[in-house]
């Protein structure tokens, strides 16, 4: 597949890493020869200076024609600009990063596809939903729901509570089946286990399992729902604004933001919620906002550090459950480390929205979701496939990848060492990075 990525900024770039490894072609446009050259020499792409508005630029990059073009410089009108040229000069799928909530309305989408933009990608809107399902949903860490709920990836912290913890995957499996342990996230390390890996506190556990079981998970877990209320919010970012709007009278937030002038905007676009002007990390400030009252806190400032370190003082003063943005992905593992809920990174949540998209485009490609670390495929077996010649425990399947589940027939099911998988299903593999067109062979 022939990609074309408009803006090597932080979006572009990190989008441009996980798509080369995946052995599409990948040409990537920037006007700034500076983010070009810092591009990891390690990525299998071919780089453009210029502007991604430029027809030239435009008709040198697509050529005859392109898969897919992906405009994500941090300039909205120049996203829409560079869809709208690419598609006239041939390229067959447009998606365009866009900043204004405005144009995601399904009246206003027929506008930009008669314009060539054939999908709008907003960061903070994605952002914002997984903000408000995580305080829907808040004792899981991560929550994917595949074929509309007929599959369901959960992330849990496990705690010394849980009856789980200290138990090998063998011994659980033997007691409960309506679980699949897929990947454990531990320290900075995300291993896919096998039945002698022990379940340790403080590991991140992604289990695979089906809706009529949550509840049973949730209990085998240690885990007891809250119910939230009220909702403090670190920074007054377009992020919170579109949170606030979407939660509706669900809760009560207060907002705590350092500039004036945006305290006075988010005045206007947030009516129902509770501004001051001040510094979160003041914790006397906090006091007086009444942390100790709080169900929720939600850090959402542009700096990774400050959202971390608040969400830990959030937590001290015995707030349940707290969520970070943490923008730099080098960060990620050491805050999951840290006892803070939910960590938020625009360019992942864009890059798997991405993702989907391409599967859309590309029946052939697997990939719809990215972790930090490691890899979630979808990936539909064909006749005469490895996979489908024996029981997958007689398979010999390679350790650093895992059968989570699949969907047979428009239904969910869990995948045991008994299960035959057979041609046609859509099999749910978790495996480490840069390991997927291996594994993908056995399904071929």
């Keep these: 597949m022939k990609i074309v990525i408009a803006g090597a900024g932080e979006v572009g770039s990190h989008l441009a890493r996980l798509l080369s490894r995946e052995n599409q072609d990948i040409i990537i446009i920037d006007d700034d020869e500076d983010r070009i050259e810092q591009l990891d020499s390690s990525c299998n792409l071919l780089a453009y200076v210029g502007l991604p508005t430029s027809i030239s630029t435009l008709r040198d990059a697509i050529g005859s024609s392109c898969d897919l073009f992906i405009a994500v410089t941090p300039q909205e009108n120049t996203n829409i600009i560079a869809c709208t040229l690419a598609k006239n000069i041939g390229a067959k799928r447009t998606v365009a990063r866009i900043d204004n909530f405005e144009y995601m309305k399904p009246e206003n989408s027929r506008l930009f596809v008669e314009h060539g933009i054939d999908a709008m990608i907003y960061p903070e809107y994605l952002a914002a939903m997984e903000i408000l399902k995580s305080l829907g949903r808040n004792w899981v860490r991560n929550w994917l729901e595949l074929h509309d709920g007929e599959l369901i990836v959960l992330g849990i912290k496990i705690r010394e509570n849980a009856r789980i913890a200290g138990q ?4 659980i499996s033997s007691e409960n089946h309506y679980y699949h342990v897929s990947a454990i996230k531990r320290n900075q390390e995300t291993i896919i286990p096998r039945g002698d890996d022990r379940v340790r506190p403080n590991d991140i556990v992604y289990f695979t399992t089906t809706r009529e079981h949550i509840e049973g998970l949730r209990q085998l877990c240690g885990k007891t729902k809250t119910d939230i209320h009220k909702v ?16 509706g009278d669900k809760y009560k937030f207060r907002i705590i933001e350092m500039d004036r002038n945006r305290c006075e905007q988010l005045a206007e676009r ?3 919620a509770r501004i001051t002007h001040g510094d ?3 914790v006397e400030l906090l006091m007086e906002e009444g942390i ?11 700096s990774s550090e400050t959202n971390i370190l608040t969400s830990l003082t959030a937590k001290e003063y015995g ?11 080098q960060f990620i593992s050491q805050a999951e480390n840290l006892n803070i809920g939910t960590i938020i990174n625009k360019k992942l949540l864009a890059s798997g929205k991405i993702f989907q998209m391409l599967l859309d485009a590309d029946v052939e490609s697997s990939k719809f979701m990215a972790l930090a670390d490691a890899d979630v495929a979808e990936i539909e077996v064909k006749a005469g496939a490895k996979v489908t010649r024996d029981a997958v ?32 299903d859509q099999v749910l593999v978790f ?3 840069n390991t997927i067109h291996k594994i993908e062979r056995l399904f071929n």
């Design 280 to 282: 979160a990390r003041n």
């Design 393 to 424: 425990k007689s398979l010999s399947l390679p350790h650093d990848m895992t059968i989570a589940g699949l969907i047979r027939n428009g239904h969910g099911m869990l995948v045991s060492g008994n299960t035959r998988i057979q041609a046609g």
């Design 292 to 302: 100790t009252e709080m169900d929720a806190f939600v850090a959402l400032t542009d």
């Design 270 to 272: 947030c009516p129902e």
């Design 431 to 433: 495996c480490l990075a």
């Design 319 to 329: 707030v349940r459950k707290t969520i970070a943005e943490v923008e730099n992905i």
């Design 168 to 171: 090998s995957l063998r011994q």
């Design 232 to 247: 403090l919010i670190m920074g007054g970012s377009r992020i919170a604004v579109r949170l606030i709007n979407m939660a």
